[in-house]
């Protein structure tokens, strides 16, 4: 590890909003600096089925909408990780299941000394204007650095 590097892993949360793009961009200058490789992640949010997503034509199963949530998340990491790998950078893939700042704020704590590089908004709309932003959670809770692009 570089001398100068007081962290041994970036974790990229990403949702394929145009903030976890910039997060994406800045994450790779963190690694170019440092020399340190980066994790691509993706919480699926584990909640209920909403009805909105019953909707549609044909009759639409649970465990159609959950596999729909799962390859989404999937395709997301994957593109995320493909545009940093093209760059040269060493990146692994990570999908996770539950809520999305928890589930990230526990993986910092698995992963010895990272830094956290998240878009300050993603994808949820109403939901974060009432729960509060993943982006907020992570920084208040997470026991390391957290860079938040906006």
Known sequence: MNQNTFYSRILL?????????????????????????????????????????????????????????????????KAAADALREQGLTVDEEILVGDPAQEIIQRTREVDAPVVVIGRRGLTGFRELVMGSVSNKVVHYAECPVLVIN
């Open 13 to 77: 949360p990403v949702d394929g909003s145009e903030t976890a793009k910039r997060a994406r961009r800045a994450a790779a200058d963190l690694s170019r600096m440092s020399g340190q490789p980066i994790t691509v992640l993706s919480v699926i949010v584990d909640r209920d089925i909403m009805p909105s997503e019953l909707m549609g034509p044909g009759k639409i199963s649970t465990k159609d909408i959950q596999e729909s949530r799962r390859r989404e998340a999937q395709a997301t990491v």
